[in-house]
């Protein structure tokens, strides 16, 4: 590095001077196509202190769009330099049954209705980056009525190749791909669908991870006495809402969208309960993940005071409860940036993720023998579900002893010195006689073995 030169983060979107002393946004892009190019949109606005901050904030917007793959050019630029590039042809895919369309051509048309509030952001999201990133260049031109098991045993090959996990691969073929083909088969578009002919070997679903009762209180402690960067260098400050947020997590088992689309109007502290009708992801409001979301979620005694501060009196029944150093929503993705940064300070390990706070309150809980009924209802997720990933964390010391006990009772006991006898004479055969004894040699307590005492 050149010495006198900072270290300096890239940014998605900049903001530079014109030689007519104008402001312009200059960024990096994909076309409809594919097809990555730089744009440079001049706004009308001369180069001064107070046009550059507004134009610098509206670069931070674009620049946070671009990074998460939700840009869309049309929206900030309807007039702009490349707006024909965007803009939809007159004739549009599938106006007539049966007909014969390219990947590319279809996709163009698809993918405009891929946004809320029509589907979630980060679907929508994953959609435009599988399709530009690794589908359209390699079979764009592909005829969606060509399209065989061939081309998708390529298109997988070729992206194990590029080092990609194979939960990326299948997201990108058996998902995203799949998604598209599907759609263009609706609007009576001649298609071919190979998609059932692809073998995959089995997923690896990872289990819960939860945190110790010990790590969690030691998490909230660093939260609640962390100090935080707002302004100048120096200038540091407790944030309360963000302990607020975390002990909310580990003491409902909501999920961090749910937690953050919560408004003063969906909090009740004399009822005791939280009111879950919407979730928030990458900026964009949509409804709960799935029909058993939509609940009211009860509060202990202890997070009702927590909560307390964060709901004054006369506060907007739309105004968010939970919002950052910059007074603004909070959103899962950066918070979940805060909880493994103090996952590190602690020397927590294995690092979790934000979900592991919903798993953390699910297996203390069963661990604590609640109701599965009331915990399904609490936490949206359905019995059969939570059985499936957190069963093990059913059991207690006291519930196994008793099981173990009544095995133990249906075997015929065996003395030790008829062990012996049995074991030193091959001609006497061992049967159903011969007992093991069924000790156990640790009681469970959700989360470590303890071996007894």
């Known amino acids: 590095m050149m010495p006198g030169k900072r270290n300096r983060k890239r940014r998605a979107c900049s903001v530079q001077r014109t030689r007519a002393g104008l402001l312009r946004f ?8 594919g097809r990555a190019c730089y744009f440079s949109e001049a706004t009308a606005l001369p180069d001064n202190p107070a046009n550059r901050l507004v134009v610098e904030k509206q670069a931070t917007v674009i620049g946070a769009e671009i990074r998460a793959g939700i840009f869309d050019y049309l929206k900030w630029f309807p007039g702009g330099n490349r707006s024909k590039d965007f803009e939809a042809p007159k004739k549009p895919p599938g106006s007539r049954a049966g007909e014969r369309l390219s990947i590319r051509d279809y996709y163009e048309h698809w993918i405009r209705d891929k946004a809320p509030p029509n589907v979630r952001a980060s679907l929508g999201r994953d959609y435009r980056s599988h399709f530009c990133n690794y589908i359209l260049d390699k079979f764009g031109d592909v005829l969606l009525s060509d399209l065989s098991l061939a081309h998708l045993e390529d298109l997988r090959t070729s992206l194990r190749t590029r080092g990609l996990s194979e939960k990326t691969i299948r997201n990108v073929v ?40 010990e790590e969690r209180d030691r998490v909230l402690d660093y939260f609640k006495a962390k100090r935080w960067k707002v302004g100048g260098f120096n200038d540091t400050v407790r944030h309360y809402p963000y302990f607020a947020f975390l002990y909310t997590l580990f003491f409902t088992g909501m999920r961090p969208s749910e ?49 307390k501060p964060l709901v004054p ?10 919002r950052n150093v910059r007074r ?42 609640v109701s599965l009924t009331w915990l399904s209802e ?76």
Request: include cysteine; aromatic fraction near 8%.
């Open 26 to 33: 200059r960024f990096r892009w994909k076309l409809p196509d």
């Open 174 to 213: 058996d998902g995203s791909f799949r998604a598209m083909v599907r759609d263009a088969g609706r609007d009576d578009i001649r298609v071919g669908f190979p998609f059932a002919r692809v073998r995959w070997a089995e997923k690896i679903i990872p289990g819960p991870s939860p945190l110790t009762d």
């Open 259 to 307: 937690l953050c689309a919560v408004r003063i109007r969906s909090v009740n502290l004399k009822a005791g309960s939280i009111q879950v009708d919407r979730s928030r992801h990458l900026g964009v409001e949509a409804a709960p993940k799935t029909q058993r979301a939509r609940r009211a979620v009860r509060l202990t005694g202890t997070n009702i005071e927590v909560l």
């Open 313 to 322: 009196l006369r506060a907007h029944p739309d105004d968010y409860v939970f």
């Open 328 to 369: 603004e929503p909070i959103e899962p993705a950066n918070f979940y940036d805060l909880f493994r940064d103090a996952q590190r300070a602690l020397e927590i390990s294995p690092l979790r993720d934000l979900y592991s706070t919903k798993d953390t309150y699910i297996s203390l809980a069963l661990t604590n023998g």
């Open 378 to 453: 609490q936490t949206g997720v359905a019995v059969a579900t939570i059985l499936k990933h957190y069963g093990r964390f059913v059991h207690s010391s006291q519930s196994d002893a008793i099981e173990l006990a009544r095995i133990d009772r249906e075997q015929p006991s065996l003395e030790a010195a008829e062990f012996e006898h049995h074991f030193g004479h091959r001609d006497r055969p061992i049967g159903k006689n011969l007992r093991f004894s069924l000790v156990p040699v640790a009681s469970p307590t959700g989360f470590e073995p303890v071996l007894p005492t």
